[in-house]
């Protein structure tokens, strides 16, 4: 993730009347991200960012593929883009791997393919399910009521999910989906401009990973500077509403020291749902939580909602119940051949896989040994254990 183009993004900014209290730095993790370059107090501004340096997507309730068109007109204008110096920021299609983008050869690495009742993998783009926000947003931020119009059925069965998306970005590419479109690739770039299907699942993990939902108007936004903030689940940075959608200010939550990391929360991720919308592992939490396709919440069809952080109780027959599916998934995963072979050299992807699973796996181990402890006191019998 480069940082050397941060100076033309930020002077850029700076000529549309925008302000930056803070520098791009790579973080203690190798990864680039949003530092305090002197005191901010808590309410204090950490940046404004210009109408004129944001892209409009969209509104809330469209189809994914109209935000994806939008980033992909501008993507492929090039310096013909009146946001080039912002684009020029994003990171690389290697650098990334969303569900998006992330080659096919991984959807068995998943390994949350165990629920009998999972929706077929569809590639249809008429959703029969509309009561789901369609891709994720940072943050708290929700679809409207009306989201969902010609949206896949998205499923948070990660393997299905994952060939939906490849499904979906293909037809939008080879223009099979074109009746049920909003905007055609033809219509946002033209014709005499080769589009890849690299550049439509570029435009895709670029779009879904960074853009917001603004308060005040009912519109997806890429916002520069806001978009360079990494996630951790604790900040408390908020976004003010975008009423008068002239500036978007960002505002630090609690008091900032010089060289602090400035983060988002993008909302309560788990393990796995983190992986596939955005591509990373969130810090590792202590005691362990349940991905999200191994919690008893877990709703097959329909998008990712967090579930309770309320860790299960009840008479042992329910107690014991929930060791049964709970050991079943274990069964599952460890029991499922790892058939996807490591690239040689670096395959960041194969490893975060592989760390999501292991996570996975010790998840379960604790709530298995947490609820085993729950039996033995309440029957007394410390073979329960
Ligand atoms: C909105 S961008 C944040 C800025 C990004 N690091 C950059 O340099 O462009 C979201 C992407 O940043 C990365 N990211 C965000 N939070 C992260 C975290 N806590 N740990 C590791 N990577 C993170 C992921 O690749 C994610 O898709």
């Not at 530092?35 to 808590?42: V, Y």
């Not at 309560?268 to 591509?279: F, K, P, Q, T």
Request: hydrophobic share 40%.
């Amino acid at each position: 993730q480069d940082t050397s183009l941060i100076d033309e993004l930020f002077s850029w900014i700076s000529k549309n009347g925008g302000v930056i209290n803070a520098e791009v730095r790579i973080n203690k993790d190798g990864v680039r991200g949003l530092f305090a370059t002197e005191r901010i107090p808590k309410l204090g501004l950490i940046a404004s960012i210009p109408a004129a340096c944001m892209i409009n997507v969209g509104s809330q309730s469209q189809s994914a593929s109209t935000h994806i068109m939008h980033v992909l007109r501008e993507y492929k204008l090039g310096n013909n883009s009146r946001f080039w110096p912002y684009i020029k920021t994003w990171p690389k299609y290697h650098e990334m791997a969303t569900e998006c983008n992330m080659d096919d050869k991984y959807v068995p690495m998943w390994k949350s393919d165990h629920f009998p009742e999972r929706p077929a993998p569809s590639i249809s783009l008429m959703s029969s399910d509309s009561s789901s926000p369609a891709i994720p947003l940072p943050a708290t931020h929700d679809h409207g009521s009306g989201a969902a119009a010609m949206l896949p059925p998205w499923t948070s069965c990660r393997e299905a999910n994952h060939q939906t998306w490849q499904g979906f970005l293909r037809r939008i590419w080879d223009g099979s989906a074109n009746r049920e479109l909003e905007y055609t690739i033809e219509e946002v770039v033209g014709k005499d401009v080769e589009v890849t299907l690299a550049d439509v699942k570029y435009a895709a993990a670029i779009t879904v990973s960074r853009y917001l939902a603004v308060h005040g108007r009912p519109r997806l936004m890429m916002a520069p500077i806001f978009d360079l903030a990494n996630h951790d689940n604790h900040c408390t940075t908020y976004l003010e509403s975008y009423v008068k959608s002239d500036y978007l200010h960002m505002k630090a939550g609690v008091d900032y020291e010089p060289g602090d990391e400035i983060c988002y929360s993008y909302g309560d991720l788990r393990d796995d749902y983190a992986v596939s919308a955005y591509g990373f592992l969130p810090a590792l939490e202590d005691p362990p939580r349940l991905a999200y396709v191994d919690h008893p919440g877990f709703e097959p069809r329909g998008a990712y909602r967090a579930p309770s952080d309320d860790r299960i109780a009840g008479p042992p027959e329910a107690l014991r119940a929930e060791v049964q599916r709970l050991a079943a998934i274990r069964a599952r995963i460890t029991g499922t051949p790892d058939i996807v072979p490591r690239a040689e050299g670096e395959d960041w992807v194969w490893d975060m896989m592989k760390q999501l699973e292991a996570r996975r796996i010790a998840a379960i181990d604790y709530e298995l040994a947490r609820i085993a402890e729950l039996l033995a006191e309440a029957t007394g019998d410390a073979r329960e254990l």
